[in-house]
């Protein structure tokens, strides 16, 4: 129980947002002509984001299940990164730590690297992944649902995604007050953006963490020579 509540403690500065963007990916989901409980099917096995707002359209163009694949490859690399910082070896056993790998999402990742890693148990890390997964899923599920009262665009829900994370970075900030990572991942989006727009979000990851280990490294040196 106690693992139980720091997650929900944990995890309340997300749960609108996931519960509002799960939302929309329901309505989007039955707009597309796909059955409702495709979007629990989605949000429940994939559990991917962004991806499954692609799959939809994969799935009802009935593109090959290699272009899918590769698709989602491409989209996802970026959680090579998170490798890096991500307390996994706190989670027992190889159960555990494949269901800490499946619900390893950016928000989760976020979440769990805003804090210390000593404050963080297997249990707790698994309830938190746990709970960001529930209001997903309920999210999308109510969304699809309802998705045949709802107007096929409304104006301002694409930028929930981006208002979650800007909290999340506000809040990880908050925390911490890191200011030069804050400045390393300002530098490395704005430079991908503007010289490598396709590949935006790839290239800005790369650039970041080329900047926190040159950081590191630079830390490091002054360390000893101290």
């Not at 939302?23 to 597309?32: D, E, F």
């Not at 698994?126 to 998705?147: E, K, R």
């Not at 506000?170 to 804050?182: E, F, G, I, S």
Request: hydrophobic share 60%; with cysteine; net charge positive.
């Amino acid at each position: 129980m106690h693992h139980l509540r720091l997650a929900v403690h944990d995890t309340r500065s997300v749960s609108f947002a996931y519960l509002a963007l799960g939302a929309t990916l329901g309505v989007l989901v039955v707009h597309s002509g796909l059955e409702w409980w495709w979007a629990t099917v989605f949000t429940a096995l994939v559990y991917a984001g962004s991806l499954e707002f692609l799959l939809v359209g994969l799935v009802v163009a009935a593109v090959p299940l290699a272009t899918v694949a590769l698709t989602a490859f491409l989209v996802n690399l970026r959680h090579v990164f998170y490798a890096v910082s991500f307390p996994l070896h706190r989670i027992r056993g190889a159960a555990g730590k494949a269901l800490g790998t499946f619900g390893l999402t950016d928000e989760a990742f976020a979440l769990v690297t805003a804090k210390p890693p000593n404050e963080w148990t297997g249990p707790r890390i698994l309830w938190l992944q746990g709970f960001c997964q529930l209001y997903w899923v309920s999210g999308a599920t109510a969304g699809a649902l309802l998705g045949s009262l709802v107007p096929s665009s409304i104006a301002g829900l694409e930028f929930t995604l981006t208002a979650l994370f800007v909290v999340l970075a506000l809040d990880a900030h908050r925390t911490r007050r890191d200011v030069p990572t804050a400045v390393i991942a300002a530098l490395s989006a704005v430079v991908a953006l503007l010289l490598f727009h396709e590949r935006m979000l790839l290239v800005a990851m790369a650039l970041f963490t080329a900047g926190l280990l040159a950081r590191r490294a630079v830390s490091s040196r002054r360390t000893v020579d101290a």
